[in-house]
């Protein structure tokens, strides 16, 4: 049950990922927590893909039952992963502004809405 282990560390490391931001782009953390649900689900569909490939060698040849569903519910998950990850790799080049709680371009010195002048960031 190895990767069942990996994939509750990964749900805990969540957890404590946005109790220790509180505060930072709440949104961000609820994406990587979906991101993480679905690839745990996505390798559920794996495995049980996997057991009845195992079956279709084993036994015979006809093309088994529930194949193209899984295949298309693991595209399907694939494409939100995908999502996601970019929508997550936007959100890390964005900051909150103190002063409105603008969402704004992390680079900026100046906040575009509300005109205050930003912390520099590391
Ligand atoms: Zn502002």
Known sequence: MEFFDDAVNKTKEVFETVSKKT???????????DMASLKTKREKDYTALGKIYYEFVKDNEDVPEGVKELVDSIKEKSLEIDRLASEIQGAKN??????CGANIDKNSIY???CGAKLDIEE
């Not at 505060?23 to 927590?33: D, L, M, N, S, W």
């Not at 964005?94 to 002063?99: A, D, T």
């Open 94 to 99: 964005r900051r909150v502004c103190k002063s």
């Open 23 to 33: 505060g930072e782009v709440i949104a961000t953390e609820k994406q990587r927590f």
């Open 111 to 113: 906040c575009n809405i």
